[in-house]
């Protein structure tokens, strides 16, 4: 990072946040610096050194070159819509060596990018339609003992059942593309299931639970999930049939049937 970087080009409008000189940040939304704050605590609590890296959702980047900071050995940053000027300005201005590429979350296969280390998924779960299949196809990017570090809006209520809370359109406590809202026992039961074990959780307001009898907004959450890839956990039958693979010997009865 030096003194003699110019500003950003005045067209360029950042999501997120960034020191590109010593005292110079970008115009970030600054609703979001709290959670991106608590993303970088939850990395902190992390070993980046030598790792892989992937950052799915990265935006502007900021996570993937927090991932290099703390000292991993390979950067990779995807996002749909990825900002590419601004990558390249901040790249630049932070001399990364971190490789960002247009890519969908659900294009992503083992031969993409081959495996990683860590998995970062921040901002990016509850934007999701198809929130299973997104993380069952990041399941497969990990290394067994691999660390998945989700963070997502969730919905605060007192996890007697693992829910998922999933408006459309106006019914969506933020905007009509974010659609998956889980509560805390409800990702961490569909984390489970699909082969990893949440060893942290942490939110950033602590709300109180929905009160069904309570008028007002609902309460909406953040929250950082620490998740390890353990494939002590993976039922193979189990995960074959939600694959739809039925046609196998010792599932229920049902699936004889003739169709
Ligand atoms: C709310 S921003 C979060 C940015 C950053 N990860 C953070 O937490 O600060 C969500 C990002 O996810 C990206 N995104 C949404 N759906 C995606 C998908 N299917 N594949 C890749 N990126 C996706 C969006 O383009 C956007 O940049």
């Given at each position: 990072m030096t003194n003699d970087m110019p500003e950003p080009p005045s067209h360029l409008t950042f999501y997120h946040t960034v020191e590109?000189?010593?005292?110079r940040r970008t115009a970030?939304?600054?609703?979001?610096v709290p959670i991106v704050e608590m993303i970088s605590d939850a990395m902190g609590r992390l070993d980046f050194r030598g790792r892989r890296v992937l950052d799915i959702g990265?935006?502007?980047g900021a996570l993937a070159f927090q991932a290099e900071r703390l000292g991993a050995a390979a950067v990779i940053g995807i996002d749909v819509d990825l900002p590419a000027e601004n990558i390249a300005f901040l790249s630049l201005a932070l001399r990364s060596k971190a490789r960002f590429e247009r890519h969908n979350l659900y294009g992503?296969?083992?031969?993409?990018f081959g495996l990683f280390d860590i998995v970062l998924l921040p901002g990016v779960l509850y934007h999701l339609r198809y929130p299973f299949w997104g993380l069952r196809l990041v399941?497969?990017?990990?290394?067994?003992?691999g660390t998945l570090l989700v963070e997502t809006a969730t919905f605060a209520d007192a996890n007697a059942l693992p829910l998922l809370l999933c408006p459309t359109g106006a019914d969506s406590p933020y905007e009509p593309t974010s659609c998956t809202f889980f509560n805390i026992k409800g990702f961490t039961e569909t984390a489970r299931s699909l082969g990893?074990?949440?060893?942290d959780q942490r939110s950033l307001?602590?709300?109180?639970p929905y009160d069904s009898a309570a008028s007002g907004p609902l309460p909406i959450d953040r929250t950082v999930f620490t998740c390890t890839r353990d494939?002590?956990?993976?039922d193979a039958k189990l995960m074959d049939y939600w694959d739809g693979q039925v046609d196998m010997p010792g599932l229920p009865p049902w699936t004889a049937l003739p169709r």
């Open positions: 590109f000189a010593p005292g970030g939304w600054p609703v979001i990265c935006r502007d992503l296969k083992p031969e993409s399941r497969d990017l990990l290394v067994d003992g990893f074990a949440v060893v307001m602590n709300l109180p494939h002590r956990l993976d």
